[in-house]
């Protein structure tokens, strides 16, 4: 069965850098868009990064542009978001998620599994 497991999360000084990293398994990681995802207390679940399959061409929300960066290793099956130039309202659960197919879309309706969540927490 397919599974997602986030890892790296943590609390951190605003300023500071974490990078995160997504273990998938149970399906050809290959043929996925893959994404990062967060969710804020009292706010809906939002689309940070996405990348594609073989090309890797990536996509960003406006927020997070030119301080996270996203990428995946095709050979481990691993998807990463090094998150850099942290701020407080980066203050998130974080999702890893599997596309439905080889497009990328920043709509939460366009992936259909997803991690557990790890908690990032940026300190003013």
């Known amino acids: 069965q397919v599974q997602l497991v986030e890892s790296g999360g943590g609390s951190v000084q605003a300023g500071g850098s974490l990078r995160l990293s997504c273990a998938a398994s149970?399906?050809?990681?290959?043929?996925?868009?893959m994404a990062w995802f967060r969710e804020a207390p009292g706010k809906e679940r939002e689309g940070v990064a996405t990348i594609t399959t073989v090309s890797g061409t990536s996509r960003y929300a406006d927020s997070v542009k030119g301080r996270f960066t996203i990428s995946r290793d095709n050979a481990k099956n691993t998807l990463y978001l090094q998150m850099n130039s942290l701020k407080p309202e980066d203050t998130a659960m974080y999702y890893c998620?599997?596309?439905?197919?080889?497009?990328?879309?920043?709509?939460?309706?366009?992936?259909?599994?997803w991690g557990q969540g790890t908690q990032v927490t940026v300190a003013s």
């Open positions: 998620a599997r596309g439905r197919g080889a497009w990328c879309s920043l709509l939460r309706t366009a992936f259909d599994f």
């Open positions: 149970g399906y050809a990681y290959n043929n996925y868009c």
